[in-house]
């Protein structure tokens, strides 16, 4: 499976980005797919997640009412729709795939995007 993210940019803050990632090379609608991102000198970390079967979706705390992924089987296509951003918002963003069980943890993903940049000036 290969993915490629999308959408990254420069915005102020209060601002809105959505992101893009599509999927080619696997049944897009077996997987769960998340949205995880990766500030400078920081830690990788989950943001989002959306299951395959049923859309159930999952989401770190501080992104909750914010943020909102979504998925489109038909486009083998997640988004990400990033509202009201802030500037610690700020980071490499990756999408991952894979037939995970718990949704939040990196480890259970198995292919991953090369990243988009978003970068929230205050």
């Known amino acids: 499976v290969q993915l490629q993210a999308s959408g990254g940019g420069l915005v102020q803050a209060g601002g809105s980005l959505r992101l893009s990632c599509a999927a080619s090379?696997?049944?897009?609608?077996?997987?769960?797919m998340g949205w995880f991102r990766q500030a400078p000198g920081k830690e990788r970390e989950f943001v989002a997640a959306?299951?395959?079967?049923?859309?159930?979706?999952y989401y770190k705390n501080s992104v909750n009412g914010r943020f909102t992924i979504s998925r489109d089987n038909a486009k083998n296509t997640v988004y990400l729709q990033m509202n009201s951003l802030k500037p610690e918002d700020t980071a490499v963003y990756y999408c991952?795939?894979?037939?995970?069980?718990?949704?939040?943890?990196?480890?259970?993903?198995?292919?991953w995007g090369q990243g988009t940049l978003v970068t929230v000036s205050s």
């Open positions: 959306i299951r395959g079967s049923d859309s159930r979706t």
């Open positions: 991952a795939a894979g037939t995970v069980v718990a949704p939040a943890m990196s480890y259970e993903y198995d292919y």
């Open positions: 090379g696997g049944t897009f609608s077996r997987y769960v």
